[in-house]
């Protein structure tokens, strides 16, 4: 019997999982991992947006199947968000639709929109979804060098007139997972005119709009530039903006003819969310938003002794603009040994757990992300365990061992 399957053998090793196989060890052996791997929230949800879950949930005609689509009250909650954040307008209808997490959609999407040997630009490095979800649906990916937004757009005609066959489609990904950098309109400007010039689709994951600490420049929409609808889609989550992770509550927004082919593929595939979770999700949109602004006060709080406190313990981190993360060079004495083994060294010595940035691409090379998933009290015990960690004479053969 065949065991060799096609798609699995398109997705290489997961490069997380000698990361985590330590992080499991050192924590049956009862070790306290401080743990800025994984971009999970661990805020509470607010209780306004659960109180509405649970007196949903208490009634019967609730657990019925629901909208693969979304509920109408959900999309027309996503209408007004874009309204009100962006002043973009949408169609309920026809431009917006619900998804379980902007993960499921975006790879959801590529099903759709894409056929064997077709080719896609994605930036890199990137998050995996990006590529992974095309590559799962067949599609043949060209990585785009995208250590900073300028740079991507400066090698995109490169990667056009050296695909064959020309592009379909490409991502961007802004506030950017795992770079944290950010954009404003003229990047999308040239995107969206690169774009109808080789007649590309364009994918923009703003799944970070709202977690940024520059209170004059929050970050922009691909959808706010002027003919963007005729060839893009955006995907958000409601997952860092309201601590929401676990609910899988995303939705995409833009092109109709995109947004038609995700909901034939999600016909398919999903009856929608749990309607609670949806009606939810509508009150969190539509109800009172001090929450996101306490959450983003929190996150920019972390931000700040992070960078302080490694800062002082002799590693110095870029404070990033936006997004829950921290894009951090790996320090000079180890960036030889590359990402991969300075986060297996920093486990061992100093337990803590971050994630190395060739999992995120070869261009990912040299850093690690640092996830402000761990509150103030943490990060500043981290920090010297970090301190205690870098003073090491880490040369030591016996050192590089216990890492083994």
């Not at 743990?35 to 109180?51: A, C, E, L, Q, Y």
């Not at 937004?149 to 506030?175: I, T």
Request: a positive charge; charged letters at 20%; one cysteine or more.
């Amino acid at each position: 019997m065949q065991t060799d399957f096609y798609r699995i053998k398109r997705l290489p090793p997961y490069i997380f999982e000698e990361v985590n196989r330590l992080k499991a060890q050192a924590r049956a052996r009862g070790d306290d991992i401080i743990d800025f791997g994984m971009g999970n929230p661990d805020m509470p949800t607010p209780k306004h947006i659960v109180d509405k879950l649970v007196e949903t949930a208490r009634d019967p005609r609730s657990n019925r199947y629901s909208a693969s689509r979304g509920i109408k009250g959900l999309r027309k909650a996503y209408v007004a968000y874009y309204q009100r954040r962006f002043g973009v307008t949408l169609d309920a209808d026809s431009e917006v639709i619900a998804a379980l997490g902007s993960k499921e959609g975006f790879a959801n999407l590529a099903q759709a929109i894409t056929a064997p040997g077709d080719v896609v630009l994605v930036p890199n490095p990137a998050y995996p979804i990006h590529a992974f979800g095309f590559i799962l649906a067949g599609a043949a990916i060209r990585h785009v060098p995208a250590t900073s937004p300028e740079e991507y757009l400066s090698r995109l005609g490169n990667a056009v007139r050296h695909s064959v066959p020309s592009p379909v489609a490409l991502v961007v990904n802004y506030p950017s997972n795992p770079t944290a950098q950010v954009v404003g309109l003229d990047f999308y400007k040239e995107v969206v005119a690169f774009a109808k010039k080789h007649e590309i689709w364009v994918l923009s994951d703003l799944a970070y709009a709202d977690v940024y600490f520059d209170d004059a420049n929050p970050p922009p929409s691909i959808l706010q530039i002027d003919g963007a609808k005729d060839i893009a889609i955006e995907f958000q989550s409601l997952s860092k903006t309201y601590a929401m992770p676990g609910w899988r509550m995303g939705f995409a927004a833009g092109n109709k003819h995109l947004i038609g082919a995700l909901g034939r593929i999600k016909s398919y595939l999903d009856y929608g969310a749990y309607t609670p979770i949806q009606v939810a999700a509508a009150a969190a949109l539509n109800g009172p938003q001090d929450c996101v602004a306490e959450i983003r006060a929190i996150y920019k709080s972390r931000r700040d002794v992070l960078v302080d406190s490694m800062q002082r313990a002799g590693w110095n981190i870029p404070a990033p603009t936006a997004s829950m993360f921290a894009w951090a060079p790996v320090p000079e004495q180890y960036r030889e040994r590359g990402s991969m083994e300075f986060a297996k060294q920093l486990l061992v010595h100093a337990k803590v757990a971050v994630s190395p940035g060739i999992g995120f691409g070869e261009y990912g090379e040299g850093f690690v992300r640092v996830a402000l998933v761990e509150n103030e009290h943490r990060i500043r015990q981290a920090a010297r365990n970090v301190k205690k960690f870098l003073s090491l004479r880490t040369n030591e053969p016996a050192i590089l061992e216990a890492a083994k």
